[in-house]
């Protein structure tokens, strides 16, 4: 079934059910040429009845002929209230056959003709997803992946309180966190060829732009292997702070202690003496240099505080 935007919906549709009910689309279709046109000696068929018949198309799933017949309708009656519904479709039947840049064409006409239209949400929507669902894999260019953040944040800001904002937040988490994997993926590169401050700058640009996504835990352990590398272990014990304060519990913070215990750098936990002689442990909150054991070697894990950054440069 055809997704159709939903203030079009309310008003246009009854009409359609009633003309696609009198069964004139088929007759249309007797009067076209092979590439949707009509021949000379038939008259063009009224505008809702042509739009009527691009619908009819679409609910069948041929998307090229669609497009055609809302052409016609945009084409041959300009100014009636079908053109309009007619050059949004034509966005939408484009963007259904995944001809992505004809369907952005469409709907960036849509909007810079009708910016105050009800349907032009569902407009700046359609456009985003033409870039949304041509993100590549994360060892590619990510080109489109900003152009899809930017129209997803356009649809957000403009309309936040619409449905397709609330859809547009979903995909813009999923589209940070392909950034994110494009990032690590050079980080790692160049760790592995001791491009050392290269690496630094990606996983730091992971840390601090795409703090929410998946792979924040994995760039602050592997600043903390960069660091050492580098003889800065005072950096290194900052950065495993702030990935046990936010992460207590996940293996890239274990792997971060054990990296760090390995290489003497693991203090021990500074005690007092109580008023009846028992050593108890100093809160580590009041030493947020000192690195803590994961959560999982401690009979009662702190709770954890989330995305506290601060670095060490």
């Given at each position: 079934m055809t997704n159709f935007p939903s203030g079009f919906a309310r008003t246009a549709l009854p009409a359609l059910a009633?003309?696609?009910?009198?069964?004139?689309?088929?007759?249309?279709?007797?009067?076209?040429?092979?590439?949707?046109?009509?021949?000379?000696?038939?008259?063009?068929?009224p505008a809702d009845v042509l739009y009527a018949q691009g619908v009819a198309y679409l609910?069948?799933?041929?998307?090229?002929?669609?497009?055609?017949?809302?052409?016609?309708?945009?084409?041959?009656?300009?100014?009636?209230?079908?053109?309009?519904?007619?050059e949004l479709l034509a966005g939408y039947a484009q963007y259904k056959d995944q001809n992505y840049d004809d369907a952005i064409s469409a709907l960036?006409?849509?909007?810079?003709?009708h910016p105050e239209n009800p349907d032009v949400a569902y407009a700046y929507y359609l456009k985003s997803l033409c870039y949304y669902e041509q993100i590549d894999d994360v060892q590619r260019d990510q080109t489109t992946t900003y152009e899809?953040?930017?129209?997803l944040t356009d649809v957000t800001t403009r309309f936040p309180d619409s449905?397709?904002?609330?859809?547009?937040?979903?995909?813009?988490?999923?589209?940070?966190?392909?950034?994110?994997?494009?990032?690590?993926?050079?980080g790692r590169f160049y760790e592995k060829q001791h491009l050392y401050g290269a690496a630094v700058g990606r996983y730091q640009d992971i840390v601090t732009?795409?703090?929410?996504?998946?792979?924040?835990?994995?760039?602050?352990?592997?600043?903390?292997?960069?660091?050492?590398?580098?003889?800065?272990?005072?950096a290194a014990q900052r950065t495993?702070?702030?990935?046990?304060?936010?992460?207590?519990?996940?293996?890239?913070?274990?792997?971060?202690?054990?990296?760090?215990?390995?290489?003497?750098l693991v203090a021990p936990a500074p005690t007092s003496v109580d008023q009846s002689g028992a050593a108890v442990t100093a809160q580590r909150a009041a030493d947020t240099s000192a690195v803590a054991p994961p959560a999982d070697m401690e009979q009662t894990a702190p709770a954890p505080g989330k995305h506290h950054w601060y670095w060490p440069f």
């Open positions: 009633l003309l696609l009910g009198l069964g004139g689309c088929s007759l249309l279709e007797n009067s076209e040429t092979a590439n949707g046109d009509y021949a000379s000696n038939v008259a063009l068929p609910q069948r799933g041929d998307n090229e002929r669609a497009v055609k017949a809302f052409d016609n309708v945009e084409e041959n009656y300009p100014y009636s209230s079908w053109a309009t519904h007619a960036n006409r849509y909007i810079g003709l899809a953040i930017q129209t449905a397709y904002a609330h859809d547009a937040r979903i995909k813009l988490r999923l589209a940070d966190n392909r950034l994110a994997g494009h990032d690590m993926i050079i732009t795409f703090q929410t996504t998946t792979y924040t835990p994995e760039a602050l352990e592997r600043l903390v292997e960069v660091y050492l590398d580098l003889g800065l272990p005072d495993a702070s702030v990935l046990g304060y936010n992460y207590p519990g996940s293996t890239w913070y274990q792997t971060a202690y054990n990296s760090l215990k390995a290489h003497n």
